[in-house]
């Protein structure tokens, strides 16, 4: 669906989960193309033109949710940046039900598969990136992080506005 608000949908990590990523996205990430901190994004282009629908169907999927534990399990390599990879089937499920509620406004891009992501590297050289690759690779140990919630945000072609937190049910405030 055409939008003229966009709206994207990322899950919330805990602030010292969070930390780790942002240190070396402010490192590696071209600054003039670093507007945002890292994050987990769940959707990428939902209508602002149905904020009031979206966020009743975000309140109600999270109202039943506990706070999510994510492992992050390796190092991918974006062609032109650097991620890490997600797991959690919790935030699978809880993706699921948000794009069969969402399924009529959705793009090409949110109705593919799913690889959740955070990444720290994008729009540069294949060598950068094989270089940044390698070297987290070499030392890459598994981790787990943990999502409290979801954020959605207006895209404001490049910068993001926050609109809306969500707490998982039970989550810390």
Not at 80 to 100: Q, W, Y
Not at 111 to 134: C, F, V
Not at 141 to 148: S, T
Request: aromatic share 10%; hydrophobic share 40%.
């Amino acid at each position: 669906m055409k939008t003229r608000h966009p709206l994207i949908l990322t899950a919330r990590i805990a602030e010292a989960d969070l930390q780790m990523f942002d240190d070396l996205r402010q490192t590696h990430f071209p600054p003039q193309r670093n507007f945002l901190r890292a994050h987990l994004t769940m959707f990428h282009r939902l209508p602002g033109e149905y904020f009031e629908q979206i966020v009743r169907d975000l309140q109600s999927v999270c109202e039943h949710q506990s706070p999510i534990v994510a492992n992050v399990t390796g190092i991918r390599h974006l062609g032109a940046g650097v991620a890490f990879a997600i797991e959690s089937l919790a935030l699978t499920i809880v993706r699921d039900e948000l794009k069969r509620r969402f399924n009529h406004w959705l793009g090409p891009q949110d109705m593919g598969k799913w690889q959740p992501h955070i990444t720290i590297q994008n729009k540069t050289s294949k060598a950068r990136a094989d270089s940044l690759y390698e070297e987290l690779s070499s030392k890459f140990q598994a981790l787990e992080i943990m999502a409290p919630g979801l954020d959605l945000w207006r895209y404001l072609g490049g910068p993001w506005a926050p609109e809306l937190s969500v707490t998982f049910s039970g989550a810390p405030f």
